[in-house]
């Protein structure tokens, strides 16, 4: 069974540009976690999806926001980037709704604002 | 308020050394589950563990064992006999009901297992 994949691997962004993250979970998993990886803040939850809808979302600011479609695949985006946002992002996916039960993680987007 | 704490920063051994990551954890919940995931350099969070609140029993897997211990509120991992390619950052989580859907991550503690 394939993983978690996520696309694009590395990204290169400037300031107040926009940056879409794609991720595409494990077959039949219907929730998609994302995290944010930074060396100060370590890994913190953004958002997670089930079923399409927004089930909760971690405290970042509105310029970070995703979707689901209906086939599991997930999107996040981030609009006006700060050089704060340079992170790893991760997504992570499970069978169920919550982070009860193991979640798989992609290998991650690295994202660099200069 | 719910709070993973991992005191060890950076742990170097040289293979064929036992080592122990600590967890400290902290929730008012009476259910709850622990995890513990491996990040190697590739950047991918690998699942190793899960445990529920309600069940205390060590596990073994291999040379990676576990000890919950609710009276201290920690979930030590073990690594018997370590080897270079167990090399890693290692993240215990909390997952309770005050978390929503999210695992609340300790900072990691990064292993590097010299030959």
């Known amino acids: 069974k394939a993983g978690v994949t996520q696309t694009p691997r590395y990204l290169i962004k400037t300031r107040g540009q926009q940056v879409t993250l794609s991720c595409s979970p494990i077959?039949?998993?219907?929730?998609v976690s994302w995290y944010q990886q930074t060396p100060g803040q370590g890994l913190q939850f953004l958002f997670e999806y089930f079923s399409e809808t927004q089930r909760n979302k971690g405290n970042f600011p509105g310029r970070f926001s995703g979707r689901q479609f209906s086939n599991s695949r997930s999107e996040m985006n981030v609009s006006t980037l700060e050089l704060g946002d340079s992170a790893l992002y991760l997504c992570?996916?499970?069978?169920?709704?919550?982070?009860?039960?193991?979640?798989?993680f992609g290998p991650g987007t690295r994202l660099t604002v200069t | 308020a719910q709070k993973v704490t991992q005191a060890q920063t950076e742990i170097s051994v040289v293979e064929k050394e036992d080592v122990t990551l600590d967890c400290v954890y902290e929730t008012r919940d009476t259910t709850y589950y622990l995890f513990w995931y491996k990040q190697p350099p590739s950047g991918e969070l690998v699942f190793l563990i899960r445990?529920?609140?309600?069940?205390?029993q060590n596990e073994i897997s291999g040379r990676y064992s576990w000890n919950f211990q609710k009276s201290t509120s920690s979930f030590n991992f073990t690594i018997t006999a370590s080897q270079v390619v167990d090399s890693a950052v290692y993240f215990c989580?909390?997952?309770?009901?005050?978390?929503?859907?999210?695992?609340?991550f300790g900072k990691g503690t990064s292993l590097l297992v010299t030959p």
């Open positions: 077959s039949g998993h219907r929730s």
């Open positions: 992570a996916s499970s069978l169920v709704e919550g982070a009860r039960y193991e979640q798989y």
């Open positions: 445990r529920n609140s309600f069940d205390e």
């Open positions: 989580a909390l997952f309770n009901s005050n978390s929503g859907y999210a695992l609340n």
